[in-house]
């Protein structure tokens, strides 16, 4: 409503015009959302975990669009699941480390193994121990720790997590490292050169890296988010990654090595669960009915980088993809040696205390 | 402070100076009872949990004092003063940058200033990840500071500056910057042009108007942007990860963790009131030094 | 003015607008990075530091990503409605704190106005997360705008304030004597020329809720998520150019709203405002 004041349109009212247009927008938000006719789908997921196409394509076959709402941190999941107000996820996508404690505190529904194909999935990623049985997940992608170096800078190979963090002191090196935020992967490598398991490990075992690792976070840089960049103009020469990162890394730069050190090593697993308070499982069963089929899997490989988990993956790859064998953690890699990280209460807060420590000693 | 229905009480003309007080009441009242309902009463959680007992992703109420006792370690409180001197470095830097575009601004006829201030505030207007994840690629070796650097003869090779407090500094700086000038801007646009004028009619220098008549008058802006910048850079999360490559622990994130990682409500709740308390009881000392506050007389 | 003063005044003011030139120039150098790196072509679906190639494909697909573009729509809203709220009552809580009768209201209120910005988003996510379930309120859009006022009301708060101290206190009692009431005189004689502390402040509001993040993590739903929430997950598998792509249409978008509106205000009041006659 305009109104005027000494013949001029009054600035208040001007200010009420402009707003008029965003605000008929914002109202529409406002006023509780009565769920599609169609039936809905909602998914927490990370950002960009599902290619644009499937999902029309889904969208078209069902009639269905997925709303994707993401999230930034695996704890971030867990306080969103553990809280009332997470309802209304149906399908959620938790790392493998968390799938036990999600469980545990019965934020995911058993998955009806009636209503899912598994026969496409690679028999090696079900069953495994951080959901036996496959009781509440299904494997989406997974992925792998190692080392992506320079040989050059480094003057040799890497074979071991000894290797690496004899690497990681010498000149050419130090001051030119990365190691990851996540504290089982800082302190793992640690615990696997002392014998230990990471799963098994106690409060002693892991504060007994501590010095250890306080004494390599000098040669550290950094320890944020992989950037292939670095990697790739040298400002970095030696840094733990997982494949698909390095493969990223390797395209720009191919000098550039990739090894999964011994003697363990990890695999992580992101998986497909359905939340305890879905409003939508059948649909969500018909979501993930659609995308387990081999073709799409190929098809979501080939966008997010991350291998899928069905059988047979590699051979399915379109021709130019390229470097296809990193995708899978390239040749050699000893699957059996490998285990998954699973969050445990009594020793979580002990290496998180060891990672946040190790941090600050490399910021010192 | 005189109380301003002073004035009211004598005039003849009608208003009761309760109805001058109730909206003064109104005035206080309304953002009082929202954030009350927002922000106090969600709060008052953090200090019941931060008493209770921890356990992993939830909290058994109850009263201990072992919360506060592992937030006062050695390794937390190391971390709390390097985020003090984080946070007070980053500030001085911001407003040394903020003071001469703002004054540079005030200095103009009013009909430029509007858009002189828009540009400074222009950039905001997208994402802030975005931009400090630009800083990333401008300040990657082999990208375009480095290009520009080696081209004006300051820098001969590589640029290593990513990942280092430097970076950090930049981005601080960088994107606490419109947050410092506009309350300076504000306080020096209102200095009347007589006072500068009288100055100079004494013979005082450029420089010494400067120093004795603008900066005095300057210091409410000074101050409200020391506090605007200097108090939520104690609790930045973002810049140290992104540019800083994520070493040393800031409080920030040191609390995150708690809360995220580890799920510890409790220990995390401890804490965020520490921290609460030793900032609160900082910033009531700068008031009172600086006397920032006070009101400009014309 | 004598000549020697003269030119140190003209020095010291060439320097003052260099600075303000490198200024400008450090503050738009990542604006005009990410606009131009979002026609990069990346490598492997990804965001590269170096330029790889030419590209409008990332437009097009930030806009087919729903999930994207749902979150870019929810920011722009919630954002704006936050910056209305925290106008209106930051303006109302930065006037109180300097002009309200009691002190120790006025202390309480600073108290207040502080401790808003002293407590880290972390703490305030997980308590509202926790208070809206105890409370049983369901999260959506209202809760969103409700949880990243704060901040926004204590900036402008603080801001007003500046500009409160700096007004002439005989202003309001001239208005007063004049026979005006109390908010008459608010109204129409303060506000005015608290008008560019407000407009200011009300820009700022709206960019820090735009870009609010920890917060707002906590408060996502399935139909409620917003872009720096996407954006700082992406960086967990790295960013493809497509979130550069929507990051600059959202400014486009957002410059030529400003501008827009700029232009209206001068175009319809070409006249500067005229005075207030007294009744």
Redesign the interface.
């Known amino acids: 409503m305009l109104h005027f004041r000494?013949g001029?349109?009054s600035?208040r009212s001007?200010l009420q015009?402009?707003?008029a247009a965003?605000?008929a927008?914002?109202l529409s938000?406002?006023l509780?959302?009565a769920a599609n006719a169609a039936g809905a789908l909602?998914?927490?997921s990370?950002?960009?975990?599902f290619s644009?196409d499937d999902?029309?394509a889904y969208a078209k076959k069902s009639g269905v669009?997925p709303?994707?709402?993401?999230?930034?941190?695996d704890g971030?999941l867990f306080?969103?699941l553990n809280?009332?107000?997470g309802a209304?996820?149906?399908i959620v996508i938790p790392s493998s480390g968390w799938i036990q404690q999600l469980a545990a505190k019965n934020l995911l529904a058993p998955l009806d193994h009636s209503k899912i194909d598994f026969s496409a999935l690679d028999p090696s990623l079900l069953n495994r121990d951080y959901d036996p049985g496959n009781k509440y997940s299904i494997p989406k992608d997974w992925g792998l720790l190692g080392v992506v170096y320079d040989p050059d800078a480094v003057g040799g190979e890497i074979k071991t997590w000894q290797d690496f963090f004899d690497a990681g002191a010498k000149p050419n090196v130090s001051g030119k490292v990365r190691l990851t935020k996540d504290a089982g992967e800082t302190v793992g490598p640690a615990l696997w050169l002392a014998g230990k398991d990471w799963n098994t490990a106690t409060a002693d075992d892991i504060r007994g890296t501590a010095d250890f690792l306080k004494g390599f976070a000098k040669h550290v840089k950094t320890f944020a988010?992989?950037?292939?960049?670095?990697l790739?103009?040298g400002a970095i020469v030696l840094a733990q990654a997982n494949q698909?990162?390095a493969?990223?890394a390797i395209?720009?730069n191919p000098k550039l090595k990739w090894v999964v050190p011994g003697p363990h090593s990890e695999i992580w697993v992101d998986s497909y669960a359905i939340a305890a308070q879905a409003e939508n499982s059948d649909q969500a069963y018909d979501f993930l009915n659609f995308f387990l089929s081999p073709d799409i899997q190929v098809k979501e490989t080939e966008?997010?980088?991350?291998p899928a988990a069905i059988a047979g993956l590699q051979g399915k790859l379109s021709s130019d993809t390229?470097n296809a064998d990193l995708i899978f953690g390239g040749a050699g890699v000893d699957f059996a040696s490998l285990t998954s990280f699973i969050v445990n209460p009594d020793t979580i807060d002990v290496y998180q205390e060891v990672q946040n420590e190790v941090q600050a000693a490399a910021g010192a | 402070?005189?109380?301003?229905?002073n004035?009211?009480v004598s005039?003849p003309?009608?208003?009761s100076p309760a109805?001058?007080?109730a909206?003064?009441?109104?005035?206080?009242a309304?953002?009082?009872l929202?954030?009350l309902v927002?922000?106090?009463?969600?709060?008052g959680?953090?200090l019941v949990f931060s008493f209770g007992h921890s356990s992993f992703g939830g909290i058994k109420l109850g009263f201990t004092l072992d919360n506060y006792a592992q937030a006062l370690s050695g390794f937390y409180l190391e971390s709390f003063l390097r985020t003090i001197q984080f946070a007070v470095s980053g500030c001085i830097l911001c407003l040394l940058?903020a003071y001469?575009?703002a004054?540079?601004?005030a200095?103009q006829p009013p009909t430029r200033r509007t858009p002189?201030?828009?540009?400074?505030?222009?950039?905001?207007?997208?994402?802030?990840?975005?931009?400090?994840?630009?800083?990333?690629?401008?300040l990657?070796r082999?990208?375009?500071a480095e290009f520009a650097l080696n081209l004006l003869h300051l820098l001969n090779g590589p640029l290593d500056v990513l990942d280092t407090q430097t970076a950090v500094f930049i981005g601080l700086v960088?994107a606490y910057?419109?947050?410092a000038v506009?309350?300076i801007y504000?306080?020096l646009?209102?200095i009347p042009q007589p006072l500068i004028e009288a100055s100079?009619d004494l013979g005082g220098?450029?420089?010494q108007t400067?120093w004795h008549v603008i900066l005095p008058l300057s210091r409410?802006?000074l101050a409200?942007a020391a506090?605007?910048t200097g108090?939520?850079m104690?609790?930045e999360?973002?810049i140290p990860v992104?540019l800083g490559g994520d070493k040393g622990v800031l409080?920030?994130m040191a609390?995150?963790q708690q809360?995220?990682a580890t799920q510890n409500?409790a220990l995390?709740?401890a804490m965020?009131v520490l921290?609460?308390i030793a900032?609160?009881v900082m910033?009531a000392l700068l008031v009172r030094l600086t006397r920032g506050?006070?009101?400009?007389?014309? | 003015?004598s000549a020697p003063?003269g030119a140190?005044?003209r020095a010291?003011?060439a320097?003052?607008?260099l600075?303000?030139m490198l200024?400008?120039l450090?503050?738009?150098?990542?604006?005009v990075?990410?606009i131009v790196?979002s026609f990069n072509l990346g490598?492997?679906?990804?965001?590269?530091?170096?330029f790889t190639g030419w590209t409008l494909a990332w437009f097009a697909?930030a806009w087919?990503?729903?999930?994207?573009r749902?979150?870019v729509?929810?920011s722009?809203?919630a954002s704006?409605?936050s910056a209305?709220?925290a106008v209106?009552?930051?303006t109302?809580?930065g006037?109180?704190l300097?002009?309200?009768?009691r002190?120790l209201?006025r202390r309480l209120?600073s108290?207040?106005t502080?401790?808003?910005?002293?407590?880290?988003?972390?703490?305030?996510g997980?308590?509202?997360?926790?208070?809206?379930?105890?409370t049983?309120i369901?999260?959506?859009?209202?809760t969103l705008v409700?949880?990243i006022?704060?901040l926004a009301?204590a900036?402008t708060?603080?801001?007003v304030?500046?500009?409160v101290?700096?007004l002439?206190?005989r202003l309001?009692?001239a208005a007063?004597?004049l026979?005006a009431?109390?908010?008459k005189a608010?109204w129409f004689v303060v506000l005015p020329h608290l008008?560019?502390?407000v407009l200011?402040?009300a820009?700022?509001s709206y960019?820090f809720s735009?870009?609010n993040?920890?917060i707002s993590?906590?408060l996502?739903?399935?139909?409620?998520?917003t872009?720096?929430?996407?954006?700082?997950?992406?960086?967990?598998?790295?960013?493809?150019p497509?979130?550069?792509a929507a990051?600059?249409s959202?400014?486009i978008f957002?410059?030529v709203l400003?501008a827009?509106?700029g232009l209206?205000?001068r175009v319809?009041?070409r006249?500067g405002?005229?005075p207030v006659r007294p009744r």
């Open positions: 000494n001029q349109i600035r001007l015009l402009m707003a965003p605000a927008a914002g938000q406002l509780p959302t909602n998914i927490f990370w950002p960009d975990y644009t999902l029309a669009t709303n994707i709402a993401t999230y930034n941190d971030a306080s969103k809280s009332p107000a209304g996820f149906d988010g992989f950037d292939p960049a670095a790739a103009s698909s990162a493969r990223g395209q720009q966008y997010i980088g991350y390229k | 402070m005189a109380d301003s229905t004035s009211l005039k003309a009608g208003r109805a001058g007080r909206l003064d009441h109104l005035l206080a309304l953002p009082a929202w954030l927002v922000f106090v009463a969600p709060l959680f953090t940058v001469p575009a004054l540079f601004i200095r002189l201030l828009l540009l400074v505030l222009v950039p905001y207007f997208t994402s802030f990840l975005i931009r400090v994840m630009s800083w990333q690629i401008i990657a082999g990208g375009p960088y910057l419109p947050i506009v309350p504000l306080v646009a209102r100079r220098s450029a420089l400067f409410p802006g409200t506090l605007l108090v939520p104690l609790g999360l973002v992104l409080m920030g609390i995150s809360y995220l409500y995390g709740s965020a921290v609460l900032v609160a910033v506050f006070e009101e400009i007389s014309a | 003015m003063s140190a005044r010291g003011g320097l003052l607008g600075w303000y200024t400008v450090f503050l738009f150098a990542p604006i990075t990410s790196y490598s492997l679906n990804k965001q590269t530091s170096a697909d087919n990503n729903n999930s994207l749902h979150a729509e929810i722009l809203t704006f409605w209305i709220v209106i009552l930051g109302c809580l006037f109180a300097v002009r309200h009768p002190p209201v209120l108290g207040l502080y401790i808003l910005l002293i407590v880290p988003e972390t703490v305030i997980v308590s509202l997360l926790l208070f809206y379930a105890v049983r369901r999260l959506g859009m209202p409700a949880g006022t704060p009301i900036v708060a603080l801001i304030r500046a500009g101290l700096t002439d206190r309001e009692d007063a004597d026979g009431v109390r908010w608010l008008a560019p502390a200011a402040a820009l700022m960019v735009f870009d993040l920890v993590s906590f996502t739903t399935p139909s409620i998520s872009l720096p929430v996407y954006l700082y997950g992406s960086l967990q598998y790295g960013p493809s497509a979130v550069y990051a600059t959202v400014f957002t410059i400003v827009l509106a209206l205000y319809v009041l006249r405002p005229r």
